[in-house]
């Protein structure tokens, strides 16, 4: 499978349902992908995962995740490509409403992180316009919304 950003998606037991991003143009799912859409801003259509690009991207998300300076988060050093029905946890706002901020087939950056001296996680997602860190525990249940907010 080509992919546009050069990650090797042959491992992945979603490949048959995507089709691969070069396939599609950068929308593997229907949705966008960050990784390809990066790369095809630039005018790159072969970039690997070491492009300069990709890898700018990566960075500067890094570096906003971490300056959010969020008690008991280990320091964030990798994002990965994450499908949004993945990370598109359901939240209950304050209100009684019940939100998902993400769209289930675009393909976002984000991690899991173990929240120190806990059972929980924090969940990392990034999109071209916001960054969202929640905690959770098991398989994504009792989601909290720790950060949200415009970059």
């Known amino acids: 499978m080509e992919t546009i950003c050069g990650i090797d998606c042959n491992g992945c037991g979603f490949k048959e349902s995507c089709k691969g991003?070069?396939?599609?143009?950068?929308?593997?799912?229907?949705?966008?992908?960050m990784l390809a859409e990066c790369c095809s801003s630039k005018g790159l259509e072969n970039c690997n995962t070491s492009c300069t690009e990709v890898c700018r991207l990566k960075?500067?998300?890094?570096?906003?995740?971490?300056?959010?300076?969020?008690?008991?988060m280990e320091e964030v050093k990798n994002l990965n490509a994450l499908k949004g029905g993945f990370v598109n946890l359901e939240y209950k706002l304050p209100g009684g409403q019940v939100i998902k901020f993400w769209n289930?087939?675009?393909?976002?950056?984000?991690?899991?992180i173990e929240k120190k001296n806990s059972s929980r996680?924090?969940?990392?997602?990034?999109?071209?316009?916001?960054?969202?860190?929640?905690?959770?525990?098991?398989n994504g249940t009792d989601?909290?919304?720790?950060?949200?907010?415009?970059?």
């Open 59 to 72: 960075k500067q998300l890094i570096e906003e995740f971490n300056a959010l300076r969020i008690k008991d």
């Open 104 to 112: 289930d087939s675009k393909i976002y950056l984000g991690n899991q």
């Open 21 to 33: 991003c070069k396939a599609t143009n950068g929308h593997p799912f229907g949705a966008s992908c």
């Open 143 to 151: 989601p909290e919304i720790v950060v949200f907010k415009k970059r």
């Open 121 to 138: 996680c924090y969940g990392l997602t990034a999109d071209e316009n916001y960054l969202l860190v929640c905690e959770y525990g098991k």
